[in-house]
């Protein structure tokens, strides 16, 4: 049963880069055919995916926050990390990584972490 598990700080003040890593336990981030995500949750609204890299190390992100967001991995590791340059308070959200059979913001995400709460203030 794989695992996903994220960190990273809980407060960064604007402008700053947010810089999350996603840990995978019990499966490997290279298995074909995964595709491992990035999605937020703001206060109050709906999930937001953000982007994903593949099991070969594609990555996609939204449109919306292509120009400040890139999404890179350590397979030795077994992580995936997120970072969100020069982010607003409307940055703040719970985060989640997941992980589905393809990429897509509407794919069935089988497998979730337990969420991470970054908020965004000075």
């Known amino acids: 049963q794989v695992q996903l598990q994220e960190s990273g700080p809980g407060l960064v003040k604007p402008s700053q880069t947010l810089s999350l890593t996603c840990t995978v336990s019990?499966?490997?981030?290279?298995?074909?055919?995964?595709?491992w995500s990035w999605i937020r949750q703001p206060p109050g609204k709906g999930l937001e995916w953000i982007g994903y890299?593949?099991?070969?190390?594609?990555?996609y992100v939204t449109p919306s926050l292509k120009s400040r967001t890139s999404i890179s991995r350590d397979t030795s590791k077994s992580q995936f990390t997120l970072q969100l340059s020069s982010v607003t308070p409307e940055d703040t959200a719970e985060y989640y990584c997941?992980?589905?059979?393809?990429?897509?913001?509407?794919?069935?995400?089988?497998?979730w972490g337990q969420g991470t709460q970054v908020t965004v203030s000075s």
């Open positions: 019990g499966g490997s981030i290279t298995t074909n055919y995964y595709y």
């Open positions: 997941a992980r589905s059979q393809y990429g897509s913001s509407t794919a069935p995400f089988g497998s």
């Open positions: 890299i593949t099991y070969s190390g594609s990555t």
